[in-house]
Structure formats: C-alpha cells, structure tokens
C-alpha cells in the first residue's frame, strides 16, 4: 500500500514540477528567439538601406565593402541581391523561397523556436527599397550558438532544479505515507501476532493520524474484551472438568465397592456403567489437556533422540501386541518443539484404533517435519477438514473408544509450537498427519 501511495504522490508531484519548469523553460526559449530577431533584423533593415541606395545609385563598392566587415566581425553570411535575383554584395546564402517573399514585400517577423538542440543557424530575409517599390533583398543566416547555450544552460537549471525538488518532495511523500500507514502496519503485525497465538499482543497508539489512532485503540479493547472471554471459557471449562474429577471418582469408587453385590443379571449393566464413567474421565482429562494448551503462548523446543525415539518405542510395544507394523525413520538429531512427541502418541494412538491386524504405520522426521502415515481405511477429503474440530467422530466409529478431542488437541499443540497440523491422504489408503515447522499450505 506504501508503495502505491508513494507511486500517486510521485506522478502527481512530477505533473506538477513538469507544469511548472516546461512553461518556464519555453518561455526562455521564446524571449531568446525574440531577442535573436530583433537584433538581427535591425542589423537587416540597416543593409536593406545600404542596399537601396547602392542599387539606384550603381555603385556596390562600398556596400560589399560594409558587408564584407560585417560578416567577419559576427560570423555571419549576408547576401544582397537586386531586384532580378543578381546577388550584388556578399554571398553565402541560398534560399529562393526566402528571396522570392522579400521581394514581395514581405519581411521576417517569426523564426523557429530556439532549442539545444536547433538549427546552427536562422535566415532572415529583408526587402530592400522605399514604399512599394523592392529594389532587391538582404539575405541573413545568423548564427544560434551563443543563443542555443544560453537556452541549455538555463534548461539545465530548470531540470536541476526540478529534480532537487521532485526528490525532496519525494522524501517528504515517503515520510508522509509512512506516517499515514504506520498505524495500518501495526495492526496488520498485531492481527497476525494474535492469529499465531499471542493473545497479549496489541498495537500502538502513539503515533499516526487521529482516526487511525482511535481505530488502534478500538481494535486494542476488542482484542482486550476477546482475550478475556477466551480465559474466561479457558477457565471455566478447567475449573468444571477439575471439580468434576472428584465426584466421578467417588462414583467409581462406590460402584467398585457394590460389584460383590451384584447378581449376575445385572453385571452387563455394571460393566456398561463403568466403561462409562472411564469415557467420561476421559474427556474430562482431554478437556484439561486443551485447556492448558490453548493457555501455553508457545512450548519450548526438545532434542529428538531423547524424548521422541522413547515415546515411539513404547508404542512399538503396543502395535506389536495388536499386530500393526510400526516403523521409523528419524533424520533430525537436534531440537524439535515439544509437541512432536506428544503430537506423535495422539496420531499414534488414533492409529491403533483403526488400523487393522497386518497393517502398517510409518513415522518419518526430517527438515524439521514430523508425518505419522499409516495404510488404515483413510479420510476422505470432507472429513480430513472437520476431523481438527472439537468432538468431532467418524461416521460409523461412534463405538471406538475416544473423546473426539484428540486431533483438536494436536492442532492446537502445533499451533502452540508456531507450526501447523494437515491431515493428507496416503496411498493407496490411509491417512498422514503431518506436523510441519511453519504453516502448513497445500502443495
């Protein structure tokens, strides 16, 4: 935006500078070329006399002695004809066009803008005679070059000139726009600070327009009112499935206390009632595990060999006994954020569940990405999307073991760690959960 702002202010700024200097810069030009002719028409009229009565009178002698003089003097070529196109005095200049109009009557009143880089030199053609009567013409061809450096050295100014003041508007545009735009960069840092996770993060007020300053301050007692609803929910849900722990473990316990009790008709019941009360214990810990996570402003980073390796070979462990292959291939020997283990035990362990007797599960870690691939029945590609939300089940799984929390509480740990979660198809089949460093985007 800073750019395009600055790009206006630039055309618009050299519009200006370029109405101002060109008029000028014309205007010299044409009060040179005025000068120009004047003098050098005078100079003409003066030899048109000379040459008036030089004609009448027949004797040209002292006429091309003055023309001769002259033409030496100012560099100039000067030509006088009589009134049958005889030159009589001088020589030089060819211009029949010209010759024919003085004869006429008519005289040089306009000559061509002078330019750096114009003509050498001008003519100007003068009749000769009294009244209406042309006894012949004085043909002038006047040098430009005194005139043509007068003129570039004046344009030079201007552009000079121009250009200091197109680059001193310049910076001053550039601190203008900055200016304007500190406020729109700082939201812009704060929005995405707060999207990452930093929920304390908020902009600054001091500096910048009034009405982008009022809206900083706005968009800061949103941000303040949004934080403090997500704690509130944070707490709230720790707190209830905290204070609900406890009675859910007298009611195990007294349950537990009854099965002596029991006549056989009613132990499928009390086993129901019990596999229960341990589903319920364990949402309640995966609601205690989010809420701690969505509360960490990031986790700190672990070495891979001594954290993650153990956690997978406790798994191996576990897969063996339910007849799944389990593999790794971890490259990366140096620190990896804390969640890859505990991101790794949750797809893992959604693994387990679905994966059947003979299938495979590969763990892979290298440039930082940790995917956990297995060959089990999959998701398709609406159900990848929904499967990072809270509570979330397969269709036709609602009978396997689990709260639904188990990936929002991987998304959320990647998130904590400054990376992103995906969900991709293996194949032929199968699913990958994919950790990676930074966000994730489709490839």
């Known amino acids: 935006m800073q750019r395009r702002l600055l790009a206006v202010y630039t055309l618009l700024i050299a519009c200006l500078v370029a109405a101002l200097a060109v008029p000028l810069a014309l205007a010299y030009s044409s009060h040179r070329t005025g000068e120009l002719l004047l003098a050098r028409r005078a100079d003409a009229t003066r030899f048109a006399e000379l040459a008036d009565r030089a004609i009448r009178d027949g004797d040209t002698a002292g006429l091309t002695l003055e023309v001769s003089r002259y033409s030496a003097l100012y560099a100039t070529a000067v030509e006088i004809r009589d009134r049958d196109g005889v030159t009589v005095a001088g ?10 109009r003085a004869l006429s009557g ?19 053609a003068e009749p000769a005679g009294r009244d209406a009567q042309v006894t012949g013409t004085v043909l002038m061809r006047a040098p430009t070059g005194a005139a043509r450096r007068a003129v570039a050295a004046v344009w030079a100014a201007l552009a000079g000139g121009s250009l200091a003041a197109l680059l001193c508007s310049l910076v001053a545009a550039r601190r203008l726009a900055g200016w304007i735009l500190r406020p729109v960069g700082e939201l812009d840092r704060t929005t995405r600070a707060i999207a990452e996770g930093r929920l304390d993060a908020r902009a600054g007020t001091s500096r910048g327009p009034a009405e982008l300053r009022r809206l900083e301050q706005r968009f800061n007692t949103m941000a303040d009112a949004i934080a403090g609803a997500l704690e509130r929910q944070r707490a709230f849900v720790a707190d209830a499935s905290h204070e609900l722990r406890t009675p859910l473990t007298v009611l195990s316990l007294r349950l537990e206390n009854l099965e002596p009790h029991l006549v056989p008709a009613g132990r499928a019941e009390f086993d129901e009632t019990l596999a229960e009360l341990d589903r319920l214990n364990a949402l ?69 569940k679905f994966v059947p007797a003979g299938g495979r599960v ?16 999959g998701l398709d590609e609406e159900s990848r999307q929904a499967a990072l ?51 994730w985007t489709e490839r």
């Open 389 to 439: 939300g809270r509570f979330w089940r397969a269709p036709g799984h609602g009978n396997v073991p689990g709260s639904g929390l188990g990936l929002a509480i991987a998304a959320e740990l990647a998130r904590a760690c400054g990376g992103a979660l995906a969900l991709l198809p293996n194949h032929p089949h199968g699913l990958v959960v994919e950790l990676r460093p930074q966000p």
């Open 91 to 100: 020589g030089g200049v060819r211009d029949e066009a010209a010759v024919s």
């Open 362 to 377: 590969h763990v892979t870690l290298a440039d930082g990405v940790l995917r956990i691939a297995d060959d089990g029945p």
């Open 106 to 124: 008519r005289t040089t009143d306009r000559l061509p803008l002078l330019t750096p880089f114009g003509p050498a030199g001008v003519l100007i």
């Open 284 to 352: 309640l810990e995966d609601l205690l595990t989010l809420a701690r996570v969505e509360a960490d402003a990031g986790l700190p980073e672990l070495d891979a060999v001594e954290h993650l390796l153990p956690r997978l070979a406790g798994w191996q462990e576990v897969y063996a006994a339910r007849g799944i292959g389990l593999g790794t291939q971890i490259a990366a020997t140096g620190p990896v954020p804390a969640a890859a283990a505990r991101i790794a035990d949750i797809a893992l362990d959604n693994a387990a």
